[in-house]
């Protein structure tokens, strides 16, 4: 039933990804494995929200501190914005840059694994599937700086 629904409402949805810069130093990042999907993959954390109760900014830090236990600073910075299309659905997806305040971690049950890792990914295992979202975020921080 949902699946016809998608096929005919074909809704928006919104969806934010956060790279996360370390709180002492800006040549980390943080990365996360998830509890579901494709859960080899590294990838960047964060969900879904609704623009009409919070923006792309608040949405990460909300996400961040759902999933990690992360507290970070209170300025973050949108790097870049995607249409993507999955399953009839559109979307509208936007990366955004926070700073840690620590490098503190918990994890809840959505995540399997999160390290922090050096931007040029050199410390993570050999052959470790990255996600494109990541190299994307990385391209568009260099650019920011």
């Known amino acids: 039933m949902r699946k016809v629904y998608w096929r005919i409402a074909r809704p928006t949805t919104h969806g934010v990804k956060a790279l996360i810069i370390h709180s002492a130093d800006a040549n980390r990042l943080l990365l996360v494995r998830h509890s579901y999907g494709d ?7 964060g969900g879904g929200y609704k623009p009409a109760r919070e923006t792309p900014e608040q949405a990460a ?6 999933e990690l236990g992360l507290k970070s600073e209170p300025v973050a910075l949108v790097l870049e ?12 997806l936007k990366i955004v840059r926070l700073c840690a305040i620590s490098d503190e971690l918990s994890p809840n049950g959505e995540i399997s694994e999160a390290r ?15 996600s494109k979202w990541v190299y994307s975020a990385l391209k568009a921080h260099a650019r920011a700086r």
């Open 39 to 45: 859960q080899s993959l590294w990838s960047l954390p």
């Open 61 to 66: 830090r909300r996400e961040c501190s759902e």
């Open 81 to 92: 914005e995607h249409l993507t299309t999955n399953g009839g659905r559109q979307g509208h």
């Open 116 to 130: 922090w890792a050096a931007v040029d990914l050199a410390d993570l295992p050999d052959n470790a599937p990255v």
